[in-house]
Nanobody, 112 residues
Framework: QVQLEESGGGLVQPGGSLRLSCAAS????????MGWYRQAPGKERELVAT?????ITNIADSVKGRFTISREKNMVYLQMNSLKVEDTAVYYC????????WGQGTLVTVSS
């Protein structure tokens, strides 16, 4: 059983930056796929970015050039720059380890 714990959300002004972190526990083995999804109010959960242990990334078009995903062992990070009001959402850490696991989510609010 894998547990995911996110940190780093908060309130930021448009154009600002935030860095999200997620730590996976419950296994000493390398998790293949880790990443981030988000869910804005009234919308479905959507992919933000994923990164495999082999270095393959999948990044949503809406955040390309602004968000960067990185990993260190079973930690995954999301550096978010040039944030927009429409990036406001609950951001969920996600991994695939036999099945999908999800974190509790961390709220990112972009507002002036």
């Amino acid at each position: 059983q894998v547990q995911l714990e996110e940190s780093g959300g908060g309130l930021v002004q448009p154009g600002g930056s935030l860095r999200l972190s997620c730590a996976a526990s419950g296994t000493n083995l390398r998790i293949n796929v880790m990443g981030w999804y988000r869910q804005a109010p009234g919308k479905e959960r959507e992919l933000v970015a994923t990164l495999t242990s082999g270095g393959i990334t999948n990044i949503a078009d809406s955040v390309k050039g602004r968000f960067t995903i990185s990993r260190e062992k079973n930690m995954v990070y999301l550096q978010m720059n040039s944030l927009k009001v429409e990036d406001t959402a609950v951001y969920y850490c996600h991994c695939l380890y036999g099945r999908a696991f999800w974190g509790q989510g961390t709220l990112v609010t972009v507002s002036s």
